[in-house]
């Protein structure tokens, strides 16, 4: 039951989001829309904020780590993403344009650093250290994050796989530059060509 009454709060809160900015969704509308108490939604979440992050968090669990434990292609994940955004303008631009900049850029970065991280680890194995995975996947949540703010500002107008292809070339190559120099580094003081500090 616990579960069904969440997923119902949700799920409100998507229909919600379709119709209106997200600073104009109350607490107080969410349980009356859904049928349920304020108790209850306290019950689940600590705020509307909270509740926003599970909201992403189930998005996120959909389009990219339910696809990524079943090994599928990163870049088919970036177009599926891309495409439901695409579909879902208004709840997009909705949560967008009446959300703190600074949540919803500190959220997407740190997701996608995670997510990036993840993907790394699974390419490279141990084929570079902890620290050189970590840092590549933060530079590669940048750059994703200005990907998705570039789709935005133009109104999702881009040509997606195009998009896609041009930021899979800067990753992979990233990738293999960050793997030669890690095992350049094995070679001697500063690597192969070189200076010792």
Same mark, same amino acid.
């Given at each position: 039951?616990?579960?069904?009454?969440?997923?119902?709060?949700?799920?409100?809160?998507?229909?919600?989001?379709?119709?209106?900015?997200?600073?104009?969704?109350?607490?107080?509308?969410?349980?009356?829309?859904?049928?349920?108490?304020?108790?209850?939604?306290?019950?689940?979440?600590?705020?509307?904020?909270?509740?926003?992050?599970?909201?992403?968090?189930?998005?996120?669990?959909?389009?990219?780590?339910?696809?990524?434990?079943?090994?599928?292609?990163?870049?088919?994940?970036?177009?599926?993403?891309?495409?439901?955004?695409?579909?879902?303008?208004?709840?997009?631009?909705?949560?967008?344009?009446?959300?703190?900049? !600074?949540?919803?850029?500190?959220?997407?970065? *740190?997701?996608? =650093?995670?997510? $990036?991280?993840?993907?790394? /680890? #699974? @390419?490279?194995?141990?084929?570079?250290?902890?620290?050189?995975?970590?840092?590549?996947?933060?530079?590669?949540?940048?750059?994703?994050?200005?990907?998705?703010?570039?789709?935005?500002?133009?109104?999702? !107008?881009?040509?997606?796989?195009?998009?896609? *292809?041009?930021? =899979?070339?800067? $990753?992979?190559?990233?990738? /293999? #530059? @960050?793997?030669?120099?890690?095992?350049?580094?094995?070679?001697?003081?500063?690597?192969?060509?070189?200076?010792?500090?």
């Amino acid at each position: 039951m616990t579960q069904f009454t969440q997923k119902a709060l949700l799920d409100t809160f998507t229909g919600m989001l379709q119709r209106m900015p997200f600073e104009k969704i109350t607490v107080s509308a969410l349980v009356a829309g859904c049928g349920v108490s304020p108790d209850t939604f306290y019950y689940h979440f600590h705020d509307i904020y909270d509740l926003l992050e599970h909201w992403l968090l189930r998005i996120k669990e959909r389009y990219v780590l339910e696809p990524l434990r079943a090994g599928a292609d990163w870049r088919e994940m970036l177009r599926a993403l891309l495409r439901t955004m695409r579909q879902n303008q208004a709840v997009v631009y909705h949560l967008f344009n009446s959300t703190s900049r !600074e949540w919803i850029e500190r959220y997407c970065f *740190e997701a996608s =650093g995670d997510t $990036f991280y993840e993907l790394i /680890r #699974q @390419a490279v194995g141990d084929a570079l250290p902890e620290e050189e995975m970590r840092a590549l996947a933060q530079y590669t949540g940048c750059a994703f994050l200005g990907l998705m703010l570039r789709f935005l500002w133009r109104q999702m !107008e881009v040509d997606l796989d195009a998009s896609v *292809e041009r930021f =899979g070339v800067i $990753f992979e190559s990233n990738l /293999r #530059q @960050a793997i030669r120099a890690a095992q350049g580094a094995g070679d001697g003081p500063g690597g192969p060509g070189r200076s010792a500090p």
